[in-house]
C-alpha cells in the first residue's frame, strides 16, 4: 500500500513534546508510527494493526529501519486491544477509516483501510478515552464533513477539540482533510490553515517546512 499525504500530515504534525508511549491506531505499513519514531527521542510506539498482511509489513518497515526498538506492531483489532491493555498513552494517533455510506472496493484489503464498518466512531472514542492518559492528546487526520462530525461525537464523550488546521489543496480551494488534535480540557480551538501546493502547483512553503525532514526533494 503506498504512501499517502494524510498519514505524512499526520506523522509530521502531532505533537510529540514530552511523550514516552504513543499508540497508532491502525497504522497500515507503518509510516506513521515511523515518522513519530523519527521526531520523538525517547518514545515507544506500539502500533496496532486489524490486517495481517499490512501488519506483516509494518513490522518488515520497523525492523528494518533506525528504530527497530521503538516501534512494537501488534497483529489485533483496537477494540479488543483496548479492553485487554491497561497502559496510557501520552499520544495516540489515527488516520481512521472514513467512508460510512460509500460504495465497497471488491478488495477486502481497501475496505478495511477505508471504510468504518470495522472501527466506527463512537468505539474508536470510547477506546480513545480509555488508553489516553490525562494529561494526554489524540491527533487525527479526517476528510473535512466526517471530521466535523468525529468532533461533535467527541465533545460529546468529553474528548474536546483543542487545535484544527485545514488542510487545501491550494489557496481558495475547498478543504479537503482537517488535522484534529484532542484533549480532555475543554478551551479555545486555535485554528489554522495549511495549502499545500501554491496557486502555480509547486509545494508550499508551509508544506515544505513541515514535512522536510521526510521528503528528500525538500
Known sequence: MRVNTDGVLLGAWANVEGVRKILDIGTGT??????????SQDAKIDAIEIDDLSAAEARHNAASSPWPN???????AFQDFAQSVTQRYDLIVSNPPYF???????EEKR??????DSLPYPELISGIKKL?????????VFPYTEGNVFIALASAQGLYCT???????????KVLRLLLQFEYSKRSVSESTLCIHKANG???D???ELTKDFYLAF
Open 100 to 106: 460510512n455510506q460509500s460504495l465497497k472496493s471488491p
Open 206 to 208: 508551509d508544506y515544505k
Open 202 to 204: 509547486d509545494f508550499s
Open 163 to 173: 487545535q484544527k488546521v485545514s488542510v487545501q489543496s491550494k489557496p481558495g480551494k
Open 132 to 140: 489516553l492518559a490525562n494529561e494526554g492528546r489524540f491527533c487525527g
Open 70 to 76: 521503538k516501534v512494537d506492531v501488534i497483529h489485533c
Open 30 to 39: 507503518g509510516v506513521i508510527a515511523l515518522m513519530l519514531a523519527q521526531r
Open 111 to 116: 475496505t478495511l483501510t477505508r471504510h468504518s
